[in-house]
């Protein structure tokens, strides 16, 4: 798979300290750190260990994990949990670059605005003017695909001016490989 745009990394990162601090923690408690320590401190420990572990090796795996990628004449929105939403690349028009919320967790700052990355789609394709998508990574409606900037990589014109030179390749070499 080709990526495009990819998913936020520093955030992902961040998000791996807490579950590291616990498999640490359950670590000390599993190697019998804490004396005196009896099976269930032993017990609860490897639990907290391999919980820990588990999380981080999620958070590590959403890090390879693109929120726009190209492969075989589709392009994959990672916009929900499990497999992307893969929409054919003759259905996608342009990305433009926007802003809107940010929908930040915990409720705080909800007022705060993110930029954004929003793909047009066209209209004649009705079955792709609606899909259920995680609100937090994106919107999407009416044909347009908004991915917010808080969950991938920032965005800049730079970063848009990118994602359609790579469109224009894809539809380019969908048009030669029609006619060939």
């Given amino acids: 798979m080709e990526t495009w745009l990819r998913p ?5 990162a961040l998000g ?12 000390a408690a599993a190697l019998g750190a804490f004396a005196p320590a009896g099976w269930a401190l032993l017990v609860l420990g490897g639990i907290a ?8 090796g999620s958070l ?14 589709e392009v994959l ?4 949990a499990g497999r992307p939403i893969a ?11 926007g802003q809107g919320p940010a929908l930040l967790p915990g409720g705080r700052d909800r007022d705060a605005q993110a930029a954004t990355v929003v793909a047009r789609l066209s209209q004649r394709a009705s079955e ?10 994106g919107h999407w409606c009416d044909g347009y695909v908004t991915i917010r900037g808080t969950w991938c990589e920032p965005l800049d ?16 070499a969908g048009r030669a490989e029609q006619s060939a």
């Fill in 128 to 137: 792709w003017l609606h899909v259920d998508v995680k609100p937090s990574l």
């Fill in 8 to 12: 936020n990394r520093r955030a992902l």
């Fill in 49 to 56: 260990l391999l919980g820990g572990l588990a999380t981080i």
């Fill in 157 to 172: 014109e730079a970063v848009v001016n990118g994602l359609n030179r790579r469109l224009a390749a894809a539809h380019r």
């Fill in 87 to 97: 929409v054919p690349v003759e259905v996608v028009e342009g990305f433009l670059l």
């Fill in 77 to 80: 929105f990672q916009l929900r």
């Fill in 16 to 27: 791996m300290i807490a579950p590291g601090g616990l498999a640490a923690l359950g670590a």
């Fill in 60 to 73: 590590a795996w959403q890090m390879r994990v693109p929120r726009i990628g190209y492969r075989g004449g």
